[in-house]
């Protein structure tokens, strides 16, 4: 799947993905390839972008409050601001 993560001056990122942890207004949850459409409020906290299967080699990002968007094998993370750890 193909997930983006973008805030109001950039696009942060942008590839091809196995799935993503997001801090939840509710908690943490997880969205891999293939998941139903959604869309959910964010709040500020940790994201962990999973690059593969086996779940070996992970990005972090530490975000803002924003909202996350799943529809078509596409996932988009708007936030009010991001930055890599």
Do not use: C, W
């Not at 940790?46 to 593969?52: A, C, E, G, P, S």
Request: glycine share 8%; no cysteine.
């Amino acid at each position: 799947m193909t997930l983006e993560i973008l805030t109001p001056e950039r696009k942060l990122y942008s590839n091809e993905v196995y799935g993503v942890q997001l801090p939840g207004v509710n908690g943490l949850f997880e969205i891999l390839d293939r998941h139903a459409a959604m869309v959910s409020a964010l709040k500020p906290g940790r994201l962990k972008v999973l690059k593969d299967r086996s779940n070996t080699q992970h990005e972090f990002f530490t975000i803002q409050g924003g909202f996350v968007e799943v529809l078509n094998n596409k996932v988009t993370v708007l936030v009010e601001g991001a930055s890599a750890i």
